[in-house]
């Protein structure tokens, strides 16, 4: 973060860059440490760049490649595996156009107009765990793509390994018992999902004609973003509203923010940030007519807290001077409301 004094209004917003690794092989104190961290990136800004998070890199890899492997499939083959027509069972493959994100807005009349005025030009495929019977998976069928599926799931239950060193790390830095967190998110009620953002005319990104992923929160505890280096993510920043500002691939870290239900939890403690994929910078896609900017790929795994759990306040977030802002919510209830708004 920017130095006392500094005039670098960019450096005091910069996402913050975390190694993970003493909250996975170091000392007590140093976890502590790296706790404190975690917690301070999510209070202050909501999102962290992180290293050492425990999904090893040829794992990331090669779920990408099943990805792209998927999206080429022909339409009609996708088609196999539909999204149902309800948010809530989020699962399955949705066409560009079929999801429109949008912030907080339930209302049919406007969503419907949203969809139409601009698209999100993006495809995605979602899915969670195989015991899953609330939500089933929704596959094609595995001869269209022979070791998809067990290759998603097995990359799935990694994801799920490494979310309790983020869960543990925050627990630490807001001082709460060991396996707290770990306790509210036992029954991999996550959400893994795939997202190809087509090549796309770049001036239609530009003219808003077009959106790749427009601006939200998300959801859930956390979400944990595997990204390619195309880019075009984009985080609101803290201190100017309406500002967004690049949050280009790292390597060796993912990007990890927090959701909605995270920050209802902590009392607004922790932050939900605004976020959405547009063009990438200039100097990696092109500005003039008829130049189109490069696919992208990306792979969110959405950390959700076991469905039949209700939480109230987080335990230190609220007290005689901090009141409760929220009433307990069911963290189905929550999630399903959200997800039905965007279909
Ligand atoms: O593609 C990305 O990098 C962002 C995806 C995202 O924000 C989401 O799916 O919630
Ligand atoms: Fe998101």
Redesign the pocket.
């Known amino acids: 973060m920017g130095s006392l004094g500094s005039v670098d209004v960019e450096a005091d917003i910069a996402i913050p860059i975390i190694d993970l690794g003493p909250i996975r092989f170091g000392t007590p104190d140093e976890a502590l440490a790296t706790g404190k961290q975690v917690y301070e990136a999510f209070r202050d800004v909501g999102f962290a760049y992180i290293r050492n998070h425990g999904v090893p890199q040829e794992k990331i890899d090669e779920a990408f490649k099943w990805s792209a492997k998927f999206f080429e499939l022909p339409l009609e083959t996708k088609k196999l595996a539909p999204h149902p027509p309800n948010g809530w069972h989020h699962r399955g493959y949705s066409s560009p156009g079929q999801e429109k ?1 949008s912030q907080m807005e339930f209302d049919p009349d406007k969503l419907a107009q949203l969809r139409t005025s601009a698209p999100d030009f993006k495809e995605s495929f979602e899915l969670g765990r195989a015991t899953d019977t609330h939500t089933p998976n929704i596959w094609p069928p595995d001869s269209a793509l022979p070791g998809f599926q067990s290759y998603m799931l097995d990359f799935f239950a990694t994801c799920d390994i490494a979310k309790q060193s983020l869960l543990r790390a925050i627990e630490l830095g807001m001082d709460l018992p060991q396996g707290f967190f770990r306790d509210f998110h036992s029954k991999q009620d996550n959400q893994l ?1 795939l ?1 190809h ?1 087509p090549s796309v005319e770049t001036r239609l990104l530009k003219d808003e004609k077009v959106e ?2 427009a601006a ?1 929160t ?1 959801f859930g505890t956390m ?1 944990m ?1 595997f ?1 390619d280096d195309v880019g ?2 984009e985080v609101e920043d803290v201190k100017i509203r309406g500002k967004f500002n690049p949050a280009p691939y790292i390597k060796g870290t993912i990007v990890v923010n927090i959701g909605d239900f995270l920050m209802r939890w902590s009392n607004d403690q922790l932050k939900s940030t605004l ?3 547009r063009a990438p910078p200039p100097m990696l896609g092109s500005e003039g007519i008829g130049e189109y900017t490069k696919e ?1 790929y ?1 792979i ?1 795994y ?1 950390v959700t807290a076991d469905r039949e759990k209700t939480v109230d306040c987080l335990p230190g977030c609220w007290g005689e001077d901090r009141p409760k802002k929220y009433e307990p919510v069911c963290s189905r209830d929550y999630i399903e409301m959200r997800l039905n708004a965007t279909y």
């Open positions: 994100v999902r997202l953002y790749r992923i939200h998300d979400t973003l990204q075009g993510l976020h959405r994929v992208r990306s969110p959405f």
